[in-house]
């Protein structure tokens, strides 16, 4: 999957492209990644309907702004909005992955005339601090010490257990792909982003999400701690919420479990066709 498109925002070029016909479900990706993290599902997805990706500035193949202060979460969420306006023109359903489900909160509470719908992917409208007490430490030391001038670290985790089920479940080209990508990622991103997320609960916008109205699906993986501890409520306090728990996942459940996450996707847009049949 490449991206062949380029929408100019803000003094940044977002790369994105769509896939298909039909209403649109747009892909948004999390802190670090990129929209190859969607790559293996998207044919499959765009069978019926149009599926969009963009890659967030400062990762993938957007612009690399190389200053922390041309990032920040409302950022992110006024280059989406700005794509969706201008390159999409219809209510979309939207999907967020963790920093992305961060940011569809952003837009659907910023333009709710935007999002039909919304799938919130092993994220948090209040806390992305680690629950273990010696990590989440490691990260309130290491992020404001960084000097993204030196260039991005290396923050690989040996002990992830993610990652040999991530290994097992992709192709070599994808995995390959996803280690290029990784090396682009912008350090002022890492620093700055990093901050916002990581840091406390300072971008909680829970206070606020009895205001989204349209239906909402949470899916987390079964072992992805602080997210899948905090989904039954985020479903709840939402006016009109369901929760999908994915046994046997971590963070990706898209790459290691992706039948059944992609079943969840497809049960949450078949709920919204039946409910709506003029949307079909």
């Not at 901050?195 to 949470?218: F, H, K, N, Q, W």
């Not at 997210?227 to 459940?253: C, M, W």
């Amino acid at each position: 999957m490449e991206l062949t498109r380029s929408f100019e925002v803000d003094g940044v070029t977002l790369a994105w492209d769509a896939w298909g016909d039909g209403p649109a479900l747009v892909l948004c990706h999390g802190f670090s990644g990129s929209s190859h993290d969607f790559a293996l599902q998207v044919d499959a997805l765009a069978a019926a309907r149009r599926v969009v990706t963009l890659d967030h500035r400062g990762h993938g193949r957007s612009t690399k702004v190389g200053r922390t202060d041309g990032f920040s979460i409302g950022r992110l969420a006024a280059d989406l909005v700005a794509l969706l306006d201008a390159e999409v023109g219809e209510p979309v359903d939207l999907l967020g992955h963790s920093m992305g489900g961060r940011i569809a909160l952003e837009v659907v509470l910023a333009r709710p005339d935007l999002v039909r719908s919304l799938i919130l992917m092993d994220t948090s409208a209040w806390s992305f601090e680690s629950v273990d007490v010696e990590r989440a430490a490691l990260v309130r030391a290491f992020l404001p010490e960084l000097d993204p001038a030196d260039g991005l670290p290396d923050t690989t985790d040996p002990n992830n257990p993610e990652e040999p089920l991530i290994a097992a479940a992709t192709p070599a080209e994808w995995q390959a792909r996803k280690a290029e990508e990784a090396e682009g990622f912008d350090p002022y991103a890492l620093k700055a982003l990093g901050m916002e997320l990581l840091l406390g609960d300072a971008i909680s916008v829970r206070d606020r999400l009895p205001e989204i109205t349209c239906p909402v699906t949470v899916i987390a993986g079964e072992h992805d701690h602080p997210f899948v501890d905090q989904a039954a409520d985020l479903s709840t306090e939402v006016a009109d919420g369901r929760v999908v728990i994915i046994p046997g996942a971590y963070h990706s459940p898209q790459l290691t479990q992706p039948d059944l996450w992609r079943a969840a996707v497809e049960e949450h847009l078949a709920l919204l066709s039946a409910a709506s049949p003029r949307l079909r």
